[in-house]
């Protein structure tokens, strides 16, 4: 479905992404894993748009949408959860999901706006406790969850998720990784980008290593879990394999 | 869900519409043409506080350039009606020359975010006034437009303060209406959801880049609107009116007002713009505090400003919602104890 190849981008001369191709089709989660810095998050926001693409094409069920502008893409079902969650903190949780809808007007969308608004307090029932509460004063927890839903609220058909684990409790972190896991049963397609790879690669069906701006390895997740390279650098498998 | 419970911004905005009201009567019905000369200022300042609050208070995006455009308006219709213009046409004339400097400015300034853009926008305020000093032969110079014909619609003059007044509050009450219903729907979201994070706002589809020219254009030309009200009810205009002060003052009153609030802003230009003027409302102030108003008001805008950032970051529209808050928690733990 999302289809990207040699993709160049980069904010200043350096490219920080430099030639990555990855696919995803409906119903599957990919995810990327590598060190900080090795140009992730860059790649994620450039098949959003939200960077000029150097080189490369990036395209959705065929159709190139290199040139699209960010707020467009969207529009083709490309919807990125950004690092840091990047919610409105002055307006409500009800607020922010209605601006997640921003691009569905019109009085027929209006019943499949309010179905999907249920069905995010459906996945997430604590937003819907705090539907009025200002999205500054949820907890980490609560403001990824109300990052996700904003996001299913544009009836996206491929999730970019930046960082979505960072810095929460493994408990919150296991019920958002679940309510990821029914999305991507329901038939969404999913980008992960994820510090901690172990638990990428639990969740996601493929995975792509990335080392300074270029895929050095990809494979079925099991494969990459149990890759001697990948968990002795990347999942920190060295104590417990030694230790 | 906000058609059934009145959401509390709106019953702000009609707290707002019915304060408007009320001084909007008030000098007439007390029949003191010192109030009404003042209150005109007040009516003409709204107009250009309510588009500075859409840029600055609902989308985040800083201006200290507005008394470019306020004057852009001014000195446009003044100097086209000065050439024997119907006041209606150097009115569209002034809003258009004023906007048409906003999409200028916000061209390039697109890419600009927090003090970047305040100084981007304090170089264009600059260079205008520069071009109002020195472009003689359109603006007089430093002497100024003298004798600008008072407004008037085919035959009728608004000649008189009365007529003036209500000229300028009929204005001012037509686009208050019209940016009430813009920030309370959809573009009035966006705007919000840009000053919340851009990238947030990009990842919801929303057109930042359009949204933030449009409200840069629509402010430019709301400031023209007010300067073309301004050059006609006072009849002449001169560069020391559209100098970087009066932006300041129109910033202040955005954020003491409260920021994203657009009843905050009526009441931040309201306060600000009477502050000189205490003795007309507080009868039996004396003379020298009057005085001490009028000579030290930039300073006291300044402090102003500088203690709301400090103390009341919400504005007088952030201290409405605590007091509401804190209301209804009070009249709940009432009910609790009774039950």
């Not at chain 1, 590598?34 to 140009?39: F, I, K, T, V």
């Not at chain 1, 529009?75 to 990125?80: N, T």
């Not at chain 2, 437009?145 to 300028?168: C, M």
Request: charged share 15%; net charge positive; aromatic share 6%.
């Amino acid at each position: 479905m999302l289809s990207v190849q040699g993709l160049v981008a980069g904010y200043s001369a350096a490219a920080v992404v430099d030639g990555i191709s990855v696919a995803v089709s409906a119903g599957e989660m990919v995810t990327l894993v590598g060190a900080n810095g090795a140009g992730k998050s860059t790649l994620l926001k450039a098949i959003a748009g939200a960077i000029p693409v150097r080189a490369g094409l990036v395209s959705i069920d065929g159709e190139d949408v290199t040139n699209v502008p960010a707020h467009r893409r969207v529009g083709k079902g490309i919807v990125l959860v950004p690092e840091g969650r990047m919610l409105f903190a002055g307006m409500s949780v009800d607020e922010n999901l209605t601006l997640g809808a921003h691009l569905r007007t019109g009085p027929a969308a209006r019943r499949a706006v309010a179905e999907d608004r249920e069905r995010v307090f459906g996945l997430f029932p604590v937003l819907a406790e705090r539907r009025r509460q200002a999205a500054g004063t949820l907890s980490g927890g609560e403001q990824q969850m109300l990052a996700i839903g904003r996001a299913m609220m544009s009836a996206p058909r491929v999730l970019l998720l930046d960082e979505p684990s960072l810095g929460l409790a493994p408990k919150v972190i296991g019920e958002i990784f679940s309510a990821l896991d029914v999305l991507r049963d329901s038939g969404l397609g999913m980008v992960l980008v994820e510090q901690d790879a172990r638990l990428a690669l639990r969740h996601a069906c493929r995975g792509y290593v990335v080392r300074t701006g270029r895929v050095a390895l990809e494979g079925p997740a099991e494969e990459l879990l149990d890759n001697d390279d990948v968990r002795l650098i990347y999942l920190g498998a060295w104590h417990e394999t030694k230790g | 869900m906000g058609r059934r419970h009145p959401t509390r911004s709106r019953v702000m905005a009609h707290a707002g519409l019915v304060a408007g009201i009320v001084l909007l009567a008030l000098p007439l019905v007390l029949g003191d043409l010192y109030l009404v000369r003042i209150f005109t200022l007040v009516g003409i300042n709204l107009v250009m506080v309510t588009g500075l609050s859409l840029l600055f208070g609902y989308a985040g995006q800083i201006s200290l350039g507005h008394a470019a455009f306020f004057g852009l308006g001014a000195y446009t219709s003044g100097f086209l009606t000065r050439l024997g213009w119907p006041w209606v046409a150097g009115l569209l004339a002034g809003v258009l020359v004023a906007a048409a400097g906003g999409l200028l400015l916000a061209l390039p300034s697109l890419r600009l975010k927090g003090h970047y853009l305040a100084m981007a926008t304090l170089g264009f305020g600059e260079i205008a006034l520069f071009f109002f000093t020195e472009a003689e032969s359109l603006t007089g110079g430093s002497d100024g437009l003298r004798e600008i014909p008072a407004a008037a619609i085919g035959g009728f003059s608004f000649d008189t303060p009365t007529l003036k007044y209500a000229l300028v509050w009929a204005t001012a009450a037509l686009v208050l209406l019209l940016a009430a219903n813009v920030v309370r729907l959809r573009p009035g979201r966006a705007l919000r959801a840009i000053h919340g994070s851009e990238l947030g706002a990009q990842a919801c589809g929303i057109d930042t880049v359009r949204i933030k020219t449009q409200v840069f254009v629509i402010s430019a030309g709301l400031a023209g609107l007010a300067g073309v009200l301004y050059a006609h009810y006072i009849g002449f205009v001169s560069p020391s009116t559209f100098t970087l002060n009066l932006s300041l003052i129109l910033v202040a009153m955005v954020a003491l007002g409260g920021m994203g609030s657009l009843s905050g802003a009526v009441a931040g230009t309201v306060l600000l713009t009477l502050l000189p003027y205490a003795d007309a409302i507080i009868p039996g102030l004396s003379r020298d505090t009057v005085a001490f108003l009028q000579d030290w008001e930039s300073d006291i805008h300044g402090l102003v400003l500088i203690l709301v950032m400090l103390f009341m970051p919400g504005g007088i529209a952030g201290l409405g919602r605590q007091l509401a808050v804190r209301l209804r928690r009070t009249s709940r733990t009432a009910e609790g104890g009774a039950s």
